[in-house]
């Protein structure tokens, strides 16, 4: 009797350890957007309300991560607010940010800079040295949740990056180097989530050529997902929008590569949710920074040097006064807009330095007879009669001496108020909502009479 016993604890199987339930957050195509901006009400994103949400979840063993773009452009302002970015990703815990094709525009001086001074994990594993070849980043960061190792690896689409790349910068295919990484990964991790920034398309044809993926979280995408899809042995959610949604994964893993989904959601960063007050400190320090800073943009000879060569202007900023004597009718309709306030809706919001903002808030910034931040809100402010119809300088010394009128202003369209006016700054735009509420055009004939003539 005892040794039938002893033989049947002796065969018994020991009883599987319980799964983990993991829940991934993740980010994509951010641009910047420490605040939003607040030109217009009702805006969504920001990465103030970002962690609102996220302080405000309690779900089980977080993964937190960014697909890539989180920088706007490889300005010295841009790379500026990043670093700022960077602060705020890393008090919402964050794991690893993969790098974009926007990051990919630094130099890689200024992506090793970022990798030796950033204080959460950047990641990459396509993102080269062109010269030696070697990888910038390193190409995957490995997380322990409960008793699993889940290794977050980061990829970048190099197709129409040929010549946006920085300085030194190379991009490898991303089919060969995920050839290259997934045996290693296999090795030191029990689950694998790709963070890829490209199309849906690709996502798809990714999951279907790699097997040993088990999630692939996208984000250079048209719109956030409708659903979760699967693909071979991959889960796939993806997620853009401009910084205005998060996407959730829940999961539970089993296994090494068993995984199986338990819920996912899009969350839009609505105009309701809270801003975090930290990040917004975070958000003044920068403006507070970029106020004092010299800048590539504040040097009339290096924005000369963006001008084809050979060619010169036909006519200078002349600034909105010139163009009031002759045009009062149109000077009414456009004091009685908002576009003659706005200078001081960046004034407002301490913004009125950055220069992210100034371009769609005054006349010719960023071109070398335009605003100047050392202006300091003096001249060519607003979006004046110039902003749309172009540098006139030559059309007002024209009339002002009598001299033959050979100067003549573009056609203007919808597409020239798009260039301020879109997505969340109208929501959305209508040309025949917007029109009216500026419309303006010749002056009206004056009689005889009305000009004191007999």
Known sequence: MFAATGGYFAFRKKSPPPPVDVTVFFTSDTRGRLVPCGCFSGQYGGLTRLKTVLQNDSSPNPIRADVGDAILGAEDYNLMEYKYMLRAYAGMGYDALNMGQREARLSARQLRTLKKQSPVTLISANLLDKESGTPLFDAYKIVQRGRFRIALAGLADPRGQSDNLGQGVAIENMEVTLGKLLPELKRKADVIILLAFTDETTLNRLAGEFYELDMILGGKVSQPSQKLETENRSLILYTANEGRALGILKARVSGPARVEATGHEIVLLHDQIPENEGIRALAEEYRNEVRSAKLSIDD????????????????????????????????????????????????????????????????????????????????????????????????????????????????????????????????????????????????????????GKP
């Open 300 to 451: 009339p000879a290096q924005l000369q040097e963006n001008m084809v060569p050979g060619v010169k202007a036909a006519a200078t900023y002349a600034g909105s006064g010139s163009c009031a004597g002759c045009h009062a009718t149109a000077t009414k309709a456009w004091q009685d807009s908002g576009h003659s306030d706005a200078m001081a809706a960046l004034v407002s919001k301490k913004a009125d330095a950055d220069p992210n903002c100034l371009a769609c808030h005054t006349v010719g910034f960023g071109s070398p007879s335009g605003y100047r931040r050392e202006f300091a809100g003096k001249r060519l402010t607003d979006v004046g009669c110039e902003s749309c119809h172009g540098a006139g300088s030559l059309h007002v010394e024209q009339r002002q001496k009598g001299l033959p009128v050979t100067f003549t202003f573009r056609p203007l369209g919808a597409g020239d108020c798009q260039q301020c006016h879109f997505g969340e700054f109208s929501r959305p735009f209508d040309w025949n909502k917007f029109w009216p509420r500026i419309q303006h055009g010749k002056e009206p004939v004056r009689t005889a009479a009305a000009k």
